[in-house]
């Protein structure tokens, strides 16, 4: 950068050519997210899974898993207040549910799985990616 030189450049059509120039400063890329079709939300089929799912767990993760109606893939994530503050709760569980939804080709379908974090929280994506696929691997719902 020179110095006098104004920042943003006025030219912020050139940095980001499919944005408007007065919305180029406010520019946030759309965020991708797990469907809410994929993810658990009903007080029964937690309920369910707490009593009847198979649990695998490792470290600061813990996964009950259960054959599902659907032939569809179904995550849910549990972070008890034990954990922290509302901060560190959420930041783990965005950091999962990212893991989840990339991951989640790999993943068998046909199943619901209730994903319980435990302490210590993960604070970087590589560490809670890395829970995740060894937990599922424990409990064979990994595709080879």
């Not at 658990?40 to 009847?52: A, N, P, R, S, V």
């Not at 209730?114 to 595709?143: F, H, M, Q, R, S």
């Amino acid at each position: 950068m020179v110095l006098g030189q104004e920042w943003p450049p006025s030219r912020v059509g050139l940095l980001l050519p499919d944005v408007a120039p007065k919305a180029a400063i406010n520019y946030r890329p759309k965020m991708k997210r797990l469907c809410p079709c994929k993810t658990i939300t009903k007080k029964k089929d937690f309920d369910e899974l707490y009593l009847c799912g198979r649990r695998a767990g490792r470290g600061s993760l813990e996964a009950i898993y259960g054959e599902s109606a659907q032939k569809e893939l179904k995550i849910g994530l549990v972070v008890t207040k034990k954990q922290g503050n509302a901060v560190t709760r959420n930041l783990a569980r965005r950091l999962f549910r990212e893991a989840c939804r990339l991951n989640q080709d790999h993943i068998k379908k046909g199943y619901n799985v209730l994903l319980i974090i435990k302490a210590p929280l993960p604070d970087k994506y590589g560490k809670a990616e890395n829970a995740l696929l060894k937990v599922l691997d424990k409990a064979t719902l990994l595709e080879k």
